[in-house]
Nanobody, 125 residues
């Protein structure tokens, strides 16, 4: 059974930092693109960042560009990360990692086939 587990969320003050991690079990996803999405209360799920299997193609949402960094380490079971710096209250949301159906990267959530349960990030002002 495929499972993705996010960790690293929590409560942080504005301009603080958090690092999210995503671990996979049930199979490996070294050759698949990956992404981070988030959903704030009352909002639709939105794209945050995506990375291709080889880390060559990386795309960020405009709202996080310059503050967040997505990375991966295909040699590890916990293999997807999201470093979040200079956090803002509007970054408050549940953050999800997801596996792309192919090796590439994409901002469309319909391109992702496996999703984690999410980790809560709360940024206080």
């Amino acid at each position: 059974q495929v499972q993705l587990d996010e960790s690293g969320g929590g409560l942080v003050q504005a301009v603080g930092s958090l690092k999210l991690s995503c671990a996979a079990s049930g199979r490996t996803f070294n050759s698949y693109g990956m992404g981070w999405f988030r959903q704030a209360p009352g909002n639709v799920r939105e794209f945050v960042a995506t990375i291709s299997w080889d880390s060559v193609a990386i795309v960020y949402a405009d709202s996080v560009k310059g503050r967040f960094t997505i990375s991966r380490d295909n040699a590890k079971n916990t293999f997807l990360y999201l470093q979040m710096n200079n956090l803002k209250p509007e970054d408050t949301a549940i953050y999800y990692c997801a596996v792309h159906r192919y090796s590439s990267s994409s901002s469309r959530d319909s391109d992702y086939i496996y999703w984690g349960q999410g980790t809560q990030v709360t940024v206080s002002s």
